[in-house]
C-alpha cells in the first residue's frame, strides 16, 4: 500500500507537534526583572518606591496583581509613613515631576514598617532563606553552609538539612543531626507576622521535639527566585 502525499502529512502532523512540544522551553517568569529592596512612601497620590542607598524614587505599578499598594495602605498608619519593601520588578523610563520613572512589581516578597528595615540587613545576601514565628518565639536562617535555629530560652542550634522542593511551589528544609528531626516546611502563601503586621511570601511550619509551630519566611538574596 502506499500513501498518498496527504496522508503522508496526517500521518506525520502528530510526530512533528511532538517535536514542537519537546522543543519549546519553559518560560522564566524572572526573566527581564530584578530583586530590590527600598523604602516606599505616598506621594501625589502614588506609591513610591525608594532603592536602598539611593536617591532616586519610583512609581510603583502592580503590574502582576501582589496587592502590594493595598497592603502598603493597610500597613502605614498614615499616608506619610514610610514602609519597607523587598520586591521583584522591572524598572522603565517615562520620569515625571517628583519621580524617576516607574517600577513594575512582578513579585512581592516582604513588606514591613521601616523600624525593621532590611536595608541595614548585613546578612541578607549570604541567606538562602528565613523564617521564624512567635508563641514561643523561633527564627531559622539558612544558607549554603547550613541553618541556625534559635529558640526563646536556648543558644543557637547550627544543622545540616536537606532541601525538597515540593509540588505546588513549596519546599522543606530538614535535618537528622545529633538524634533530632528538624523539619521546615514552606508553602507561597501570603503570611501576617502576628507580632508585627509584616507581610511574607511564605507561609512556614517548624515541627520539632513533637511540636508544630507556625509562623512566616521569605527568600534571602543569594535565591534568585
Known amino acids: 500500500m502506499r500513501l498518498t502525499p496527504s496522508l503522508l502529512l ?19 517568569p524572572n526573566l527581564g526583572t530584578t530583586r530590590m529592596q527600598g523604602q516606599l ?6 506609591l513610591l518606591f525608594k532603592p536602598c542607598s ?24 498614615d499616608a506619610g509613613d514610610k514602609l519597607f519593601a523587598d520586591v521583584r520588578g522591572r524598572l522603565t523610563g517615562n520620569q515625571q515631576a ?8 512582578t513579585r512581592l516578597y516582604r513588606l514591613e514598617t521601616s523600624e525593621y528595615s ?12 528565613r523564617a521564624g514565628g512567635h508563641e514561643p518565639d523561633w527564627d531559622i536562617k539558612a544558607s549554603g553552609k547550613g541553618m541556625v535555629l534559635n529558640r526563646i530560652g536556648q543558644a543557637p542550634l547550627p544543622l545540616p538539612f536537606l532541601e525538597e522542593q515540593m509540588p505546588g511551589g513549596g519546599l522543606t528544609l530538614s535535618s537528622e543531626a545529633n538524634g533530632q ?23 512556614a511550619e517548624l515541627r520539632i521535639d513533637g511540636k508544630t509551630l507556625q509562623g512566616c519566611g ?3 538574596g543569594a535565591r534568585d527566585n
Open 10 to 28: 496526517t500521518a506525520l502532523l502528530p510526530v512533528f507537534a511532538g517535536c514542537q512540544m519537546l522543543a519549546d522551553k519553559p518560560v522564566d
Open 41 to 46: 512612601s505616598a506621594a501625589g497620590g502614588h
Open 54 to 77: 539611593e536617591a532616586r524614587q519610583f512609581v510603583i505599578n502592580d503590574a502582576a496583581g501582589t496587592g502590594i499598594l493595598q497592603e502598603a495602605a493597610n500597613l502605614a498608619d
Open 98 to 105: 517628583g519621580n524617576d520613572g516607574q517600577l513594575d512589581v
Open 118 to 129: 532590611g536595608c541595614e540587613d548585613p546578612n541578607f545576601r549570604q541567606l538562602t532563606l
Open 181 to 203: 528531626r528538624v523539619e521546615l516546611w514552606l508553602a507561597p502563601q501570603r503570611c501576617v507576622d502576628g507580632a508585627t503586621g509584616a507581610i511574607r511570601h511564605l507561609k
Open 218 to 220: 521569605y527568600y534571602g
